[in-house]
């Protein structure tokens, strides 16, 4: 969700990148909700057992992070729905982790890190995962969050934007083994020296901030840091529809008079875009659907037309 690129007040800025973030709407405690799963996740991680102090933490912590930058998806409290685990293709990420030596992962626009606190909880081996985000203050609210330190939760983070060469500088694909070693991930400073080494990359709620071109520069860009080696793989979720297309159905005012709709692939365009347009054709299997999920926290908004679905796309490409 975080490693987003720089959001300007310029109306030109804007209109080039085209990200999709609405004016801030007040927090609503109501939205707040952790099931099973999630409950016994945040109170093993945080020591916190007592529920209404867990709920007060969070709220706490929600609320520095939404002062920061307004992102939907803090207010909706998606950072603890533990999305990654729920991928389909999550298994298959924890087996690579378990069964190829050093591979590394990748959580771009990883907010708080908490999917990836997730995966090294179920056994990824954390000495290989590394996180990536536009707002460095995010990662540090995640230690807040999760009452962790640099030192009990040594992942190494490296801020930047995913749409500046000096963090990442997007070459072709990897189809043979790249000729640099694998880097020190604690001695990284941008992203670019893991240009062909990661193994699996995880970038959920990102796609979708921006348009179908910069969305196809994304995919490039991630695409040149994964192995060539089959089985390594990129996966997430982010809004889809059933036809690409704009999202008209539900436009998001972005700024004081500019209102954009989110730009959604559908599997097909999705499958598409990355066998073929982004990796050589048969060279990767993409695994592509999508979910109609509610959102709570649209519910009588205005501009949203009545009756509006709303999809996840939930996909993983991996290489053959």
């Given at each position: 969700m975080g490693d987003k690129t720089t959001i300007h007040n310029e109306a030109a800025n804007i209109e080039d990148r085209n990200p999709v973030i609405p004016q801030p709407r007040a927090l609503d405690e109501s939205l707040y909700a952790l099931d099973d799963e999630a409950s016994t996740f945040m109170k093993l991680q945080t020591?916190?057992?007592d529920p209404e102090a867990l709920k007060r933490h969070i709220l706490s912590v929600q609320a520095e992070a939404y002062s920061i930058h307004p992102y939907p998806c803090i207010?909706?409290?998606?950072?603890l729905s533990l999305k990654l685990g729920r991928l389909p293709a999550y298994r298959q990420l924890l087996q690579l982790g378990t069964e190829r030596k050093n591979a590394i992962?990748?959580?771009?626009g990883c907010c708080f890190g908490n999917d990836l606190r997730k995966a090294a909880y179920d056994g990824y081996p954390v000495e290989n995962c590394v996180?990536?985000?536009l707002h460095p203050e995010f990662w540090e609210l995640g230690h807040k969050l999760f009452n962790s330190n640099p030192e009990t939760f040594a992942v190494p983070f490296i801020p930047g934007d995913v749409f500046d060469p000096k963090h990442l500088d997007p070459v072709p694909p990897f189809y043979s083994p790249a000729d640099i070693d694998i880097p020190n991930l604690s001695m990284l400073t941008?992203?670019?020296?893991l240009r062909g080494h990661v193994s699996a990359i995880h970038a959920s709620a990102f796609f979708h901030l921006f348009d179908e071109e910069r969305q196809l520069q994304l995919a490039k860009a991630l695409a040149c840091l994964l192995s060539p080696e089959p089985g390594s793989m990129i996966l997430g979720a982010h809004g889809g529809r059933p036809e690409k297309g704009l999202r008209h159905e539900a436009g998001v005012v972005i700024g004081p008079g500019r209102t954009f709709?989110?730009?959604?692939?559908?599997?097909?365009s999705w499958k598409e875009m990355w066998d073929g347009q982004v990796f050589q054709?048969?060279?990767v299997e993409v695994e592509a659907y999508l979910h109609e999920t509610?959102?709570?926290d649209l519910e009588g908004l205005e501009g949203i037309a009545p009756g509006t679905k709303y999809y996840l796309l939930v996909w993983s490409v991996t290489r053959l």
């Open positions: 020591g916190i057992e207010r909706r409290f998606s950072f992962f990748l959580d771009i996180a990536s985000d941008s992203l670019n020296p709709a989110m730009f959604c692939h559908s599997p097909d054709k048969g060279t509610v959102r709570k």
